[in-house]
């Protein structure tokens, strides 16, 4: 039986500027790339103008600990 589960991840920090304030948020994305992460993270936001989006590879060892689905995107606390 094999796993579901995304073998690569990454973490992106997304900052979104706001009237009077920054929202800055983070997620960990199943994927293999940091330019995928910010591609899969920038369609939740695609109606935000001023966003940025930050994103780095985790080890191998984390994404396997974090059990993420290909292309999930969950909230990182």
């Known amino acids: 039986m094999t796993n579901d589960f995304a073998a690569e991840a990454c973490i992106a920090?997304?900052?979104?500027?706001?009237?009077?304030?920054r929202d800055?948020?983070?997620?960990i994305v199943g994927c293999q790339?940091?330019?995928?992460?910010?591609?899969l993270v920038l369609?939740?936001?695609d109606s935000e103008p001023?966003?940025?989006i930050f994103a780095s590879k985790?080890?191998?060892a984390d994404a396997r600990?974090?059990?993420l689905r290909?292309?999930?995107?969950r909230p990182w606390h």
């Open 13 to 21: 920090l997304v900052s979104v500027e706001l009237e009077h304030s």
């Open 24 to 27: 800055v948020t983070t997620y």
């Open 33 to 39: 790339t940091p330019d995928e992460a910010k591609a």
């Open 43 to 45: 369609q939740e936001y």
């Open 50 to 52: 001023d966003i940025k």
């Open 58 to 60: 985790l080890s191998a």
């Open 65 to 67: 600990e974090l059990q």
């Open 70 to 73: 290909p292309r999930e995107i």
